[in-house]
Structure formats: structure tokens, C-alpha cells
């Protein structure tokens, strides 16, 4: 007759079935922390006070390198340089470089219309880099001192997720190990790659009598779906 197993042992499976579980949600645990989007903004300024006459993008607006962002530019400006480049055009249409006296009015223009984009350029600005525009400062029709920033831009190249792992996670971390960033505001998961494992813990795990030694991580998310992300925002990274 099969005999049933003493209380003893069975109190022996029971802790090792325990100890297993809590290793499982250890492991669990330990694939998931909160993180937060950092980002190096740039502060596009005008370059001499005057009033906005366009402001071409808004807050939140994704832009590619080159967009046009502002200007400073009157509308007299602008008529002067749209004149001048439409009735050189008109002349070289009409064969106006086979006369002297046409080559001359066409060289003249054309330096008219060299002076007057040198104006709009100098009243304008355009986005540096890819990015998200993450404040305007100004308004449409706003007066703007020379030097003031008008609106900033977080390139999407610039933008990263910070988190702190234990020492026992941290040892297994390299640099292009790839994550999945999830965030309330995401429709979907956000795929990105380790880029910087600290050697040092932080100042906040080395506090105590018997502290748990956390370091940072960093990570950069893919450039397509960076746009999706804003500073300061809270990040769920899983490992």
C-alpha cells in the first residue's frame, strides 16, 4: 500500500515551490522599471527685434530639417523681393542677355533679388535639425526683442529615457541592448536601445545601513517613433 508522504516533507515541497514562485516574480520584476523622456532642447531666437509677421508652426508640431518657422519679414520686404525676382524672370524669358542694355538690367536685378533674400533670411528662421516643437513664446503679430527665443525644438536625435536598475540587473546591461518603452500617451510600444550604462551608482542608492546599490541607464528610442515622446514624460522600460 502506497504510503503518504510524512508532514515533514511535504512542509519541505511546500518551501520549495514557494521559493521558486517569489524567484519567478523576482525575475518579473525585475524586467519592468519606471523611467522618464529627457531631451535637449534648442531655442531658435530672433535674429533682430521687430514683429512676428508668420509663425508657421505650433506647439507640438513635428518638423523636418528645413521647415520654415518664423519670420520677421514686412510685407513690404517680402513685395520687394517677389517684384524683383518676377521681372527677372520676365526678362530673361524675353531674351533680354542679348542686348547690353539688357544684360546690364539683368545683372541689376539680380542683385536686387540676392539683397532682397539676404533681408528675409536675415528676419527668418528655419528648423536646424528633425524634430518636435515643444514651445512658441510668441504670437503672430507679437513684438520681439533681437536675441529672444521664439519658439524650441527637440530634435529627435536628442531624445532619451533615463532609468535605474539594481546592481544585479545593471551587471547584465550593454550598450545596444534593445528595450521596449510603454507610456500612457503611447498607442503603441516604442522600441529603443540601451546607449549608456553608469559604473557609479547614484548618490540616492548609497544611503542607509544597508542600501541596494541602483545605476543609471539610458536609452535612445527609435527616430521614428521618437516624435511620439515628450520630456519629462513617464516611461515604463521592459527589458
Known sequence: MRQSPSPARVGRLIAVLLLVAAAGCTREELRSFRGVTEGEVIRLAAPVAGNLSSLDVKRGATVT?????FSQADAGEISAHADAAKRLDQIERAGGKQT???TDEIETLKAEVAQAEWKLMLKSASAPVSGVVTETLYAKGDWVPAGAPVLSILPVNKIKIS???PLAVAAHLQNGRA?????????????AAIIYVS?????????GDAPELHYRVEARPDPKQ???LKPGQSI????
Open 236 to 239: 515604463t522600460v521592459n527589458l
Open 163 to 165: 532609468f535605474e536598475v
Open 65 to 69: 530639417e528645413g521647415t520654415k518657422l
Open 199 to 207: 559604473p557609479f551608482a547614484t548618490s540616492e542608492s548609497s544611503v
Open 226 to 228: 521618437a516624435v511620439l
Open 100 to 102: 547690353a542694355t539688357g
Open 179 to 191: 528595450v521596449t518603452l510603454v507610456c500612457a500617451q503611447c498607442d503603441h510600444p516604442i522600441q
